[in-house]
């Protein structure tokens, strides 16, 4: 049994299918998944497409206003703001996606074991996910980076551990719900063993509410970084990062408002378009078929 369980499929038509045509019927989520696009060819480009080298200063070009020259002006070093907001986005999303991998590979394992083992396996995790649940998100990434030590690769740790509760909620919800299933009861009458059962017919149809999760997360993580880089545990400079710009154009506000404008819009269109997109998702792999 697969992800088909999940869904209502017209005959004649895969799952697969059925989600993409509801997805691509709701325009804000088509919208928000062409921005995250280009937020990624940016990134993935950002070599060959930056005018500027994104650490290289020039002390005759110290905050300068947008010009024909520096789209996006000059920051106070005289780097250009261009050149390192798509490099900026290189940081922001390698987080945001390396994160979500690591809560997806620590709570979906987790969730998928509470919710089908059940009894004081699922008791034990569930209080742990409770106390990681009562400290705040954002203050649980920080206390584990400053922890860690203030880096890129530790920012990424300490979000994705941070974040796991929510995929091992959301994965231990989804079990329990597809385990009562008729098929899945099926499969137990007819001799399957326990570890066939989860992997064979429960994992599969858990993959539509962690997908949702994931694309949410995404646009979580992609804050957090922000604002550890904000902080100065994120990104170290002279790498450019969104937050950490954010923190150097605070001193200049009045003076080069255009440091805090550009990587501020990126971070909110970066982040808008994710949440779009988890919400085009959420509805294209609604069961009733909204």
Not at 208 to 224: E, T
Request: hydrophobic share 55%; proline share 7%.
């Amino acid at each position: 049994m697969t992800v088909q369980a999940t869904l209502a499929v017209p005959k004649g038509r895969t799952p697969g299918r059925v989600a993409v045509g509801r997805f691509l019927c709701r325009p804000a989520a088509v919208a928000g998944l062409v921005v995250i696009v280009l937020f990624a060819a940016a990134a993935i480009l950002a070599p060959l497409i930056a005018p500027f080298d994104p650490i290289a200063t020039s002390w005759s070009a110290i905050r300068k206003a947008p010009s024909a020259a520096h789209w996006m002006g000059t920051d106070e070093n005289g780097r250009d703001v261009l050149s390192r907001v798509l490099f900026g986005a290189r940081a922001s999303l390698l987080a945001g996606v390396v994160s979500v991998l690591i809560a997806a590979g620590i709570g979906v394992p987790a969730g998928l074991l509470a919710g089908f083992a059940g009894g004081w396996i699922d008791a034990v995790l569930s209080r742990v996910v409770d106390a990681m649940l009562a400290c705040p998100f954002l203050i649980l990434a920080i206390a584990l980076t400053a922890f860690l030590g203030p880096d890129l690769a530790n920012a990424m740790i300490a979000i994705g551990v941070s974040t796991a509760p929510r995929f091992m909620r959301v994965a231990r919800a989804a079990t329990l719900e597809v385990g009562s299933a008729d098929y899945v009861q099926a499969a137990w009458s007819l001799g399957a063993r326990g570890l066939r059962v989860a992997v064979r017919h429960v994992a599969p149809n858990i993959v539509p509410p962690v997908l949702v999760q994931a694309s949410l997360s995404l646009a979580a993580a992609i804050i957090a970084e922000a604002s550890l880089s904000f902080l100065g545990l994120g990104q170290q400079p002279p790498d450019p990062s969104w937050g950490s710009m954010l923190n150097s154009a605070q001193r200049f506000l009045t003076q080069a408002p255009w440091l805090a404008v550009f990587p501020g819009i990126a971070i909110f269109l970066c982040v808008l378009s994710f949440n779009l997109v988890g919400d085009g998702l959420r509805d294209a792999l609604d069961p009733r078929g909204r």
